[in-house]
């Protein structure tokens, strides 16, 4: 099978699972004790990472923009950049390249070593649909968790910029957040909603995939593992690229 | 021989025969001849399986029944299709070619969904024991009876009366990381047991354990058959297993406890069959003293060990 094939094949498999995640949710029984746990984990767990990325994501981009701003006399739009860029891309983009790292590959790690010691299929012997019980609680919960981590990474890397532009070059409070609130609108937010959703099914289908699909032993893991992150990382930023493309034309976006 | 406490046995498989020989023949006709039209449906039946994976075959045209009380044994190496041919009757796998009927039912194409429904049916032991490992004894045991909702009380009642058959109610609190490899496979063995399937599947449940641990393991496989009337399938490539299961039987003594008697003058064992597979085809089938009598190289070479 030439790789063009096996590209095709892997993206059918992918997008079945995740349609055949979606069809379960609405069947009995469903896990939601599985699925707040899920929540559990990759949101409350994945906080800390994202408060640390945020925050210092939005310090640098202020630290970066600020010279070159004050250069054409603009330095006071500062908080209007550091806004749109962390909401409009980066917060969504970082927010889910840490999450493809940290869960994608928890996930993938996970569901592969149940793979090689049997216990998927020791679950479907004992009358359980692995990807009810599975994959659409981690499906789901990623959905919920990934937009509010990226509101999470998107304020306090406001804060970041704030505290850069504030502390560091002198800038008033007052003009920053005012540029912040000029700069921002209603569907730059919406944008970046549809975009975490986006990447959210991404993560988990990808992760969930290569997971259920490893052979080969523990090698095989560590091989799942890889591609879930590698794959879902730039399947995320490839489709960003679309999918802000698409918004621009939809919501009529600054082009 | 050793006792373990156990509920009475609710219907004996053993049959008196005089000069301790029993034929396939003879064994099939036993079946055949049973009142009850339900009994002679074979529990499991292969007709005519093939099975590739790419160029690679795994069965090639494999037909046996498994009737309804029988152990059948399937010996054979590594790569001999034994623990596929259990994977195909769960429906973890499908055929390529032929047909797969559980208990009279052709299940060679049912989806996930009906093959739920088969499974509920079905009890199956993996070789490493495939104990879930973020759950303890007690929610790996209770996993069935959790997934249809079973009120707790009875869900306690049933896990300690499965963990009792296995002689390991003291590990009911323990998580599977603090089990043994003989106890993991108990644990699994309790797992499969609950909700009373009449079929069991075992593969290789007594890779890798020591010879006492690996006794005990077949002491259960003959448990079920002689008194729970189960039907079942125990995959090994162990010929000590095979001369335990095929030899001795399980009944309850006037103590209320399970003894195990070698079978000799007053009883013969006439539902226990052994199948042997070389590269996916069956080489052999037949009884323990048929199988012991063949001039087949690799057969008795296989039984020899060397």
């Known amino acids: 099978m030439n790789i063009a094939t096996r590209s095709l094949l892997e993206i059918q498999e992918t997008t079945m699972l995740a349609a055949s995640a979606v069809r379960r949710l609405f069947r009995r029984p469903t896990y939601i004790n599985e699925m707040i746990q899920q929540m559990d984990v990759i949101g409350v767990g994945s906080l800390t990472i994202i408060l640390l990325t945020g925050f210092f994501t939005g310090g640098v981009l202020a630290l970066q923009t600020y010279p070159t701003l004050k250069y054409y006399g603009a330095q006071d739009q500062t908080g209007m950049l550091v806004a749109t860029a962390l909401v409009r891309e980066l917060g969504p983009v970082l927010t889910g390249l840490m999450i493809a790292g940290r869960v994608g590959s928890a996930i993938s790690a996970e569901l592969g070593s149940m793979v090689v010691s049997q216990q998927i299929d020791a679950m479907r012997a004992l009358g359980t649909d692995p990807v009810r019980k599975l994959v659409a609680p981690r499906l789901i919960a990623l959905v919920i968790t990934l937009p509010l981590l990226t509101l999470i990474a998107d304020a306090v890397g406001i804060g970041g910029g704030w505290v850069v532009s504030t502390q560091i070059y002198g800038m008033s409070s007052t003009a920053f957040s005012s540029a912040v609130w000029q700069g921002l609108t209603t569907n730059d937010i919406f944008g970046g909603f549809i975009k975490t959703f986006v990447f959210a099914l991404i993560i988990g289908t990808i992760s969930c995939r290569q997971g259920l699909q490893t052979e080969g032993g523990t090698v095989g893991v560590g091989r799942s593992t890889t591609t879930a992150v590698v794959a879902s990382s730039i399947v995320l930023i490839v489709s960003d690229f679309f999918i802000t493309k698409m918004l621009q034309v939809i919501l009529d976006t600054p082009m | ?306």
Do not use: W
């Not at chain 2, 070789?127 to 490992?133: C, K, R, T």
């Open chain 2, 1 to 306: 021989m050793a006792s373990t406490d156990i509920e009475v046995p609710r219907e004996s498989t053993l049959k008196p025969h005089p000069d301790g020989q029993v034929s396939d023949e003879a064994a099939e006709s036993t079946f055949a001849e049973m009142d009850d039209h339900e009994r002679a449906v074979p529990a499991i039946e292969f007709r005519n399986v093939h099975l590739s994976f790419d160029d690679r075959k795994i069965l090639d045209n494999l037909s046996f029944k498994v009737q309804k009380g029988e152990t059948k044994i399937i010996l054979g190496g590594s790569g001999g299709g034994k623990s596929t041919t259990i994977k195909l009757v769960l429906g973890l796998l499908k055929p390529d070619e032929g047909k797969i009927l559980v208990d009279g039912e052709d299940i060679t194409n049912f989806n996930e969904a009906e093959m739920m429904r088969v499974r509920k049916n079905i009890g199956m032991i993996f070789q490493e024991g495939a104990l879930f490992d973020s759950l303890s004894v007690y929610d790996n045991v209770a996993y069935r009876l959790h997934e249809q909702g079973v009120a707790e009380d009875e869900v306690e009642e049933e896990v300690r009366r499965m963990l009792r058959f296995v002689n390991l109610e003291d590990a009911i609190d323990k998580m599977p990381i603090e089990l043994s490899g003989g106890m993991r496979r108990r644990v699994g063995i309790a797992r499969a047991l609950v909700g009373g399937p009449k079929i069991v599947l075992f593969d290789e449940p007594t890779a890798g354990l020591d010879p006492p641990t690996a006794r005990t393991i077949c002491e259960l496989a003959i448990k079920l058959r002689d008194l729970e009337d189960v039907s079942s399938i125990f995959v090994t490539h162990e010929m000590n297993n095979v001369g335990y299961i095929t030899s001795e039987y399980a009944v309850v003594n006037e103590a209320g406890e399970v003894v195990f008697e070698k079978e000799g003058e007053r009883l013969c064992l006439i539902n226990t069959k052994i199948m042997m597979l070389r590269e996916g085809r069956t080489i052999f089938s037949g009884t323990d003293e048929a199988l012991r009598k063949t001039e087949d190289p690799y057969i008795t070479r296989f039984i020899r060990g060397h």
